[in-house]
């Protein structure tokens, strides 16, 4: 029995699956036991702690109305001084200590807070939930970046105005420009302006990694401050992501815990180094780095796009981690925008409905591909299979067409494609001739293919035009890879026939010298 060819399947290691498949899901099982407990103490706590939030909130809301009072509604030109900036950093700071005592919260800080001279930002991570504004009272209620939309919240309005936040508005085009150049100005005023505290990542995790940080902290090249925060409880009631309790369920268990502890750990400042200046990516990288280090978590380049997609792929009918690709990492190295994947989920969906946990295995993918399964077929499932587990799931269908299937899908290899089908070389390919070639790439005396060439025979003429081939490949590329994955067995095949007894040889050489070009990673770090 010949020696089975060896298929070079590099596979980039940035592209292999990332430490924690999904941050964002809060998985936290209520046993009968922590049910009954919660419900004992909840008739206790969660009157008194009811009122005591009330009263504090009584007594916040006139403080913040007197610190804002005559203050511009949108826009802060100049930054709160005098009794005003007391008020707010002294006053309102214990107020919301106080405000967080009520809901049963232990606070335990450690390190040293920098002042806004040596450190104007604040990174605080992992942000996990609504509870982290802890992190903003602790340290004394720097400036925060926040939707307009929340200054017209009723009561915490106020509460939002003291802090003159940097406001972003879904509505203004040029918001984000104008934000980040408000948070170079502040970071910049060499102490005029207080710290401005911002979540990196931009949405919230389950903390069992760190994700993406966003650059706008970090563009402005001044030092910045980690700050870290963790909830080191035996039941977690404070998570609160895209899947899992909704807010008011994470309130209820909250207030019904004897205590919630939560440790503000402010570590360093990072003074960043002059590649860093130059290269927000690099200087917000390294940041991470320390942190996830401290925190000892993994870091993943997951972002809030990630959020939509899974939020896409739900509606799809899809599980909803299924939509989680990486964004960041894929939109780098295969140069995709949102839309892009976004277009690739349904087309994916569209193939998956059918199979459970929105995963498609060989047979799924003969059927779609409306074919038998054969040595061709299964070549290129493998080279979709990144992990090797017999399935393909979203984000190897969206790494394996962008770098199998469109590179293999030009021009050239559609005309030779299209020249191998049409024997008679009259210019187009009937039945016959479509069933003859894929008989015999495919190894299957009796296929019949009318279904696929109806397919592709647009305008029911009975035979297929170039046209109509390059149509049907363009909006099916992976039957382009099929294609040249056929060819390369053919010329295996030549080279067996020819030498065989240097087969095994031939095979290494082409190992090594294709292992870097190889089409199914062809893309560079």
């Not at 690709?325 to 925008?337: D, Y």
């Not at 299957?444 to 046209?467: C, H, P, Y």
Request: net charge neutral; aromatic share 10%; hydrophobic share 40%.
């Amino acid at each position: 029995m010949p020696p089975q060819r060896v298929l070079p399947l590099p596979r980039q290691q940035s592209l292999l699956l990332p430490p924690v498949i999904n941050p964002f899901v809060q998985d936290t099982k209520l046993t009968q036991t922590a049910v009954i407990k919660c419900f004992l103490l909840g008739i206790f706590l969660v009157p008194i702690r009811v009122i005591l939030m009330s009263l504090v909130l009584m007594v916040t809301w006139p403080v913040a109305f007197m610190i804002t009072f005559n203050q511009p509604l949108k826009g802060a030109v100049e930054p709160m001084s005098g009794w005003r900036r007391f008020m707010c950093k002294r006053v309102m700071a214990a107020l919301g200590r106080a405000y967080y005592f009520s809901m049963g919260f232990r606070v335990v800080v450690k390190g040293k807070q920098a002042s806004n001279i040596e450190a104007p930002i604040l990174a605080v991570a992992p942000h996990s939930t609504f509870y982290d504004g802890i992190a903003c009272v602790v340290s004394g209620l720097p400036s925060t970046v926040s939707r307009v939309e929340n200054l017209a919240m009723p009561i915490f309005g106020r509460f939002v105005r003291c802090l003159q936040p940097v406001l972003v508005s879904r509505k203004d085009p040029d918001s984000r420009k104008n934000t980040i150049l408000a948070i170079e100005s502040r970071a910049k005023s060499e102490g005029r302006w207080p710290q401005v505290l911002i979540f990196p990542e931009g949405t919230c995790t389950n903390r069992s990694c760190l994700i993406t940080f966003k650059q706008g902290a970090f563009i402005p090249g001044v030092p910045v401050q980690p700050v870290l925060i963790r909830y080191p409880n035996k039941l977690d009631t404070v998570t609160w992501t895209w899947q899992g309790f909704g807010s008011k369920k994470l309130l209820l268990l909250t207030l019904c815990q004897l205590y919630t502890t939560v440790e503000v750990e402010f570590l360093p400042p990072h003074i960043p180094a002059e590649e860093e200046k130059k290269s927000p990516a690099l200087f917000a990288s390294r940041v991470r780095d320390t942190m996830a280090k401290v925190l000892g978590v993994p870091v993943t380049d997951h972002t809030y796009e990630d959020c939509r997609l899974m939020i896409s792929a739900g509606e799809l009918t899809l599980p909803m981690e299924a939509g989680l690709v990486e964004f960041t990492k894929i939109s780098r190295k295969l140069n995709l925008k949102w839309d892009s994947v976004k277009k690739e989920l349904e087309g994916f969906a569209a193939m998956a409905s059918s199979s459970k946990g929105g995963r498609i295995t060989i047979a799924e993918f003969a059927k779609i591909l409306k074919l038998p399964v054969n040595p061709v077929l299964e070549e290129l499932f493998a080279l979709f299979d990144r992990n090797g587990d017999g399935t393909i799931d979203f984000r190897e269908y969206v790494i394996g067409v962008n770098i199998l299937c469109r590179p293999a899908n030009t021009e050239d290899v559609l005309k030779m494609a299209f020249q191998l089908f049409d024997t008679d070389e009259d210019g187009k390919i009937t039945l016959d001739e479509f069933n003859a070639l894929l008989r015999s790439a495919l190894g299957v005396s009796d296929l019949d293919m009318t279904k696929l060439f109806k397919e592709i025979d647009a305008d029911s003429s009975g035979f297929i035009t170039f046209n109509e081939f390059h149509a049907f490949a363009s909006s099916h590329p992976e039957y382009a890879k099929l294609f040249t994955t056929y060819l390369e067995l053919q010329r295996y095949q030549a080279i067996q026939e020819a030498m065989p007894g240097d087969l095994e040889l031939t095979g290494q050489i082409q190992s090594g010298e294709t292992r870097e070009d190889s089409q199914s990673d062809k893309k560079d770090d």
